[in-house]
């Protein structure tokens, strides 16, 4: 059980000012601590600022805003793990204020039990009887929601096993609007087994969210370019540039990284029906 807390680093910043900081201007550091992760996804396993890190990044920053908000080491669920690279990601950047972090993928790799997770849980979770034991402070669906034919209906499924005002946390390659309808199609047509078989807009994030009575409080494009193994991606500058466009145009962004949050005005909207014995969600869809 972790449940020690960390001594910030020099360059750490409270929640509240990270909030209000483009996402250019977060701390870039902690991918440089990145060795492992590096030696399995990149053939130059040196370069200090690789864009396809970003994102772990992404979700280390947003876990921590979480912790930092709460006070208390977190309750953590990750779906779709692949080797750890995430939970990987947090140790080797000193994150170590959780009390449980759940692994839930349909293939266990070796990986996972050096990594470090309190429980791994072999499931599908497309199956008519999936569900969760617990209640979590944060969900993560990392590069893992583009693999479902029905995406939206599993992050509404996924609210009923947050904290109260939980949150889901998540990212995947990102399609402008007007083409998302189109490429779903193609990609969906030649889909290979556990392949992309669902498209994302900025647009369908939000009401993915609005559908599942979440709020949307983060969302940005990560990157214009990839160069990965390329030297300039031992540049911060190149970095902080990527981070930049992606920001402003999240809809070309490369890929999407988004924080929904468990919305508490739902219930408070309809307290008499709650009471007489709907569920969450049929309050959602009133």
């Given amino acids: 059980m972790k449940t020690n807390t960390a001594l ?22 902690v991918l440089e601590k990145q060795h492992w992760i590096k030696s399995i996804f990149l053939r130059n396993s040196k370069s200090k600022y690789p864009v396809k890190l970003l994102r772990y990044w992404f979700t280390f920053h947003l876990i921590q805003q979480e912790y930092e908000r709460l006070g208390r080491p977190l ?18 950047s000193g994150f170590s204020q959780y009390v449980e972090w759940t692994a839930v993928d ?92 669902s498209v994302f807009s900025p647009k369908r994030v939000r009401k993915m969210a609005s559908k599942a009575g979440m709020e949307t409080e ?7 370019m990839r160069k990965s193994d390329s030297f300039i991606e031992n540049s911060k500058r190149w970095m902080k540039f990527n981070l930049w466009f992606g920001s402003k145009f999240p809809s070309v962004g490369g890929e999407i990284y988004w924080k929904l949050r468990k919305s508490a005005k739902v219930i408070k909207l309809y307290p008499a029906l709650f009471m007489m014995g709907f569920s969450e969600m049929a309050l959602v869809e009133l």
């Fill in 8 to 29: 910030k680093s020099k360059n750490e910043i409270s929640s509240k000012e990270l909030k209000k900081l483009p996402t250019h201007q977060w701390d870039l550091e």
């Fill in 75 to 92: 309750k953590v669920c990750e779906i779709g793990v692949d080797r750890g690279q995430m939970l990987k990601f947090m140790k080797d």
């Fill in 106 to 197: 349909v293939i266990i790799q070796p990986e996972l039990e050096t990594v470090g997770y309190t429980h791994v849980v072999n499931a599908n979770v497309e199956a008519d009887n999936f569900s969760l034991t617990q209640k979590y402070d944060v969900i993560i669906t990392l590069h893992f929601l583009e693999h479902l034919f029905q995406p939206e209906k599993f992050v509404a499924q996924l609210r009923n096993f947050l904290t109260h005002e939980g949150v889901v946390i998540g990212g995947f390659p990102v399609t402008p609007n007007r083409f998302e309808a189109w490429w779903e199609d193609r990609l969906r047509a030649k889909a290979k087994p556990f392949g992309h078989v």
């Fill in 218 to 224: 983060f969302l940005s494009g990560a990157f214009l």
